[in-house]
């Protein structure tokens, strides 16, 4: 029983931790790099921003001065 819910709670874990790709989007106008406002994950605001080394952040070549 102990063993199914430690292996159980490990799957959940690597699931929650896996990368994600982050796209500049610039909405919050201010082009700070930790506002959330200013990140898309596959195209809808989610509140975070690139944190991680597994993090991918995506700034394309129009995106003005990012800070």
Known sequence: MKLSTFCI??????????AATYIWSGAAGNGIYGDAN??????????????S???NAIIGKNAGTVT
Do not use: A, E, K, R
């Open 9 to 18: 709670l490990c799957c959940l874990s690597t699931s929650l931790s896996q």
């Open 38 to 51: 200013n990140w898309t994950v596959n195209g809808t605001p989610n509140g975070y921003y690139p944190q």
């Open 53 to 55: 080394n597994s993090d």
